[in-house]
């Protein structure tokens, strides 16, 4: 696709467009805008133009103009991605939704929350604990990343095994359409079978379908009893193997995270403190919910002999602050020792993952690669970031990571599973979803694109091409 530059005429049609302050084009002030969270610098790419949009017709306005003129629009939140997803791999304009950032409504009689993109996932949360209900999207970036880009990329988190995704959180969208129309997709409804499931298709597409400028997200009561388990194992097999067995047990946990034990190292060394059972194996954090103290405490008696009984040497009542701001320092951890990483995202049926790890870890084994494993256990996602050391040739590390990577996605395609669980495949993955997915699934797919979005202003490049 052939896009034009962004001459002095669409610089100043921006300009009348959305205010003078709201374009830039320095570049100085552009670069944090050429990337998101991926520091490796082969990824980046610098914007011609920053553009902060404030409201739903503005956003309109600039891809009507991004169609008339035939330059690109990259859709960006608050840049937390791990895939790419927000690098203007094109030039063209960086769409900020950041100054979008209004709490309209939090409904706690009627369970919802009318937001705009540029709410901190975080801030929602507290204003519906304020109003005594409860928001159940929680990615780990929660503190930082905006509920728009969750929106768009389907984000997961730590909660996912008992509530879903976030696009089991969403009731409706607002969205500017590729050709800059402004449409209400879903509705505030337990249930309808009107027409296709539009809302659903935006969510998840990665900014390529459609620019998301309001969200009507659902609350649930605020759970009033809940405690947090940390089982220590030996074997990290015997511990994401235990996953399976709590939740046939009947046990339905909010959150099952896995960390393997030089992971709990990393994360000791860059918090500057000592963990719970650090020295004696790999955790396994389990948090549940409950209707009563007495309640709890069946369930905890429930947990505790499971896991003894899966090989776990130690169960103990986790300090839930500092077992969470571990968990959740994870990623923080890993950027301190490497910034050249591999965050690989995987995700396979639960009753297989621990074949997947055992899989993991012989791989790593066998191209000598470091690595550091968290898991949302509990939902079959590993994480497996691989890090490049000072010394190693980046060439050579490169080329040990891809050849891993071939072995490793072809077991997991065999046993069920996706590449990605929730980072999304933006561009850093394109490639390997180009590779691994089924050829008639990826032609739906292009046809979509290319019936919603004719000109490929939308976020070209990302998650596949369609020429």
């Known amino acids: 696709m052939e896009y034009n530059k962004l001459s002095d005429e669409i610089i100043a049609k921006l300009q009348a ?110 204003a519906a604990e304020a109003k005594g209900a409860f928001y159940a999207g929680d990615p780990c970036s929660g503190d930082s990343c905006f509920i728009g880009g969750n929106v768009a990329t389907n984000a997961g988190g730590n909660r996912a095994v008992k509530y879903g995704t976030t696009r089991h959180q969403v009731y409706a969208v607002e969205v500017v359409s590729p050709t800059g129309k402004i449409v209400q997709l879903g509705a505030r409804l337990q249930k309808q079978t009107t027409g296709y499931c539009l809302e659903q298709l935006i969510i998840g597409s990665e900014g390529t379908l459609g620019i998301i ?3 009507t997200v659902k609350l649930l009561p605020l759970p009033k009893y809940s405690m947090d388990l940390l089982a220590v194992f030996e074997s990290p097999e015997d511990a994401i193997g235990t996953v399976n067995k709590l939740i046939m047990a009947g046990i339905m946990p909010t959150c099952v995270e896995y960390m393997d034990n030089i992971t709990i190292k990393s994360v000791e060394r860059y918090l500057g403190t000592t963990l719970q059972g650090s020295d004696k194996g790999n955790y396994l954090i389990v948090e549940v919910e409950g209707t009563s103290e007495d309640d709890l405490d069946e369930k905890a008696c429930t947990m505790d002999e499971i896991c003894s009984e899966n090989g776990a040497g130690d169960v103990l009542v986790a300090e839930h602050d500092k077992i969470w701001q571990a968990r959740k320092a994870f990623a923080e951890a890993v950027r301190a020792e490497s910034l050249i990483v591999c965050k690989e995202d995987v995700v396979c049926p639960v009753d297989h993952e621990p074949a997947l790890l055992a899989e993991i870890l012989r791989l790593a084994d066998k191209y000598q690669l470091v690595t550091r494993i968290a898991s949302h256990a509990g ?15 980046y060439a050579d590390w490169d080329a040990r990571v ?38 008639d699934e990826l032609e739906m797919m292009r046809a ?20």
Do not use: W
């Open 17 to 126: 467009l959305v205010g003078v302050q709201n374009v830039v084009t320095d570049a100085g002030q552009m670069e944090i805008y050429s990337h998101d969270e991926v520091t490796d610098p082969a990824y980046h790419h610098m914007p011609e133009a920053v553009v902060f949009a404030e409201n739903a017709q503005q956003v309109a306005a600039v891809v009507k103009l991004a169609n008339e003129y035939i330059f690109p629009v990259v859709p960006r939140g608050a840049g937390t991605g791990l895939a790419c997803g927000a690098v203007p791999i094109y030039g063209g304009v960086v769409l900020s939704l950041e100054k979008m950032n209004k709490i309209i409504e939090v409904n706690a009689d009627a369970m919802y929350a009318v937001v705009e993109p540029g709410v901190r996932t975080s801030d929602l949360q507290a």
């Open 213 to 215: 400028t309001q969200i």
């Open 402 to 439: 891809k050849a891993n990577q071939q072995e490793l996605y072809r077991f997991i395609y065999a046993h069920g599973g996706r590449l990605s669980g929730e980072h999304g495949i933006g561009y850093k993955r394109k490639q390997l979803m180009e590779e691994f997915t089924n050829p």
């Open 379 to 393: 939902d079959g996602n590993i994480h497996l970031n691989i890090l490049k050391q000072e010394q190693e040739n």
């Open 448 to 467: 979509i694109k290319k019936a919603l979005d004719s000109n490929n202003i939308l976020n070209p490049g990302k998650i596949f091409d369609i020429e």
